[in-house]
Nanobody
Framework: QARLVESGGGLVQPGGSLRLSCTAS???????IGWFRQAPAKEREGVSC???????TDYATSVKGRFTISRGNDKTVYLQMNDLKPEDTGVYYC??????????????WGQGTQVTVSS
């Protein structure tokens, strides 16, 4: 079963940075890809997504100007997160999406990668 694997999470102080990777065993060039996150006791929410055709991007208001989504090689999509805040804490997931906005995920979820922002 085709799946995406998230990595790059960790513990970081407020104001710090992390780069998350979403990696597949197949080419992602023809898929719009989105990043989502789920904080404790909250519903999963969209963070950012990138179109397949022209790499148009979309961001949640809460992360605009701090996060950047980009494509690496044909099997990887990154989420660069700068100026992290405690409210960015959560498990981050990536998924293939239909590009709206909003970007709607489809397929199954992976295990995600934990991001904890704390002093």
């Amino acid at each position: 079963q085709a799946r995406l694997v998230e990595s790059g999470g960790g513990l970081v102080q407020p104001g710090g940075s992390l780069r998350l990777s979403c990696t597949a065993s197949f080419s992602l060039d023809f898929y719009a890809i989105g990043w989502f996150r789920q904080a404790p006791a909250k519903e999963r929410e969209g963070v950012s997504c990138i179109k397949s055709s022209d790499s148009t991007t979309d961001y949640a208001t809460s992360v605009k100007g701090r996060f950047t989504i980009s494509r690496g090689n044909d099997k990887t999509v990154y989420l660069q997160m700068n100026d992290l805040k405690p409210e960015d804490t959560g498990v981050y997931y990536c998924s293939a999406v239909t590009f709206g906005p909003p970007c709607e995920p489809f397929g199954s979820w992976g295990q995600g990668t934990q991001v904890t922002v704390s002093s």
